[in-house]
């Protein structure tokens, strides 16, 4: 199944800290594989950074691709 899954980058990563979002789209069986996998991508994608994936705190996780439509 397909997910989008939306994760707020650790304050150790992120440039202005609450503002940075990692989006992401995958294919897993549920949501909690979903989610370990955008995070593991996120960690990959910000070079490691020293961190963990744990660190980026979930937003959102639907079922399905869903992209950004916000007009801005």
Do not use: Q
Request: with cysteine; aromatic share 12%; hydrophobic share 45%.
């Amino acid at each position: 199944m397909k997910w989008s899954v939306l994760l707020l980058l650790p304050d150790y990563v992120a440039t202005e800290y609450g503002h940075e979002t990692y989006y992401d789209f995958v294919e897993a069986p549920d949501p909690a594989s979903a989610i370990k996998l955008a995070r593991e991508h996120a960690v990959a994608a910000h070079g490691g950074a020293g961190a963990g994936a744990c660190d980026y705190f979930v937003l959102l996780a639907t079922a399905g691709y869903n992209g950004d439509v916000n007009p801005e």
